[in-house]
């Protein structure tokens, strides 16, 4: 499976971003999406997740702000990113896993395959 992200840039605080990942080589619909970022000097950072059937699942710290869903038609996944700040700067990467419940969706060991990440870039 291959995953392209796209629609990262340069965004004033307060601003909004939707990102896109689209995935291609594979059966898009038995997979579990999420997203990842990953801040200079810093371990990469769960972000959310997205179940097959287009449930999501948001940290505690990530609520409100971001809005994960799913396209299974068009093999994609969205991040929509409303309230940025500084500190949401980071290269923000698409990751796939197979559905398996055992595992816990924060955990990015569990996610095989990735995509080349999208850079974000929240201007104070």
């Known amino acids: 499976v291959q995953l392209v992200e796209s629609g990262g840039g340069l965004v004033q605080a307060g601003g909004s971003l939707r990102l896109s990942c689209t995935a291609s080589g594979g059966t898009f619909s038995n997979l579990v999406m999420a997203w990842f970022r990953q801040a200079p000097g810093l371990e990469r950072e769960f972000v959310a997740a997205?179940?097959?059937?287009?449930?999501?699942y948001y940290p505690d710290s990530g609520k409100g702000q971001f809005t994960i869903s799913r396209d299974n038609a068009r093999n994609a996944v969205y991040l929509q990113m409303n309230s940025l700040k500084p500190e949401d700067s980071a290269v923000y990467f698409c990751a796939a896993r197979p559905d398996l419940e055992m595992f816990p969706l924060e955990d990015r060991g569990y996610y095989v395959y990735w995509g080349q990440g999208t850079q974000v870039t929240v201007s104070s």
């Open positions: 997205v179940y097959r059937n287009g449930n999501p």
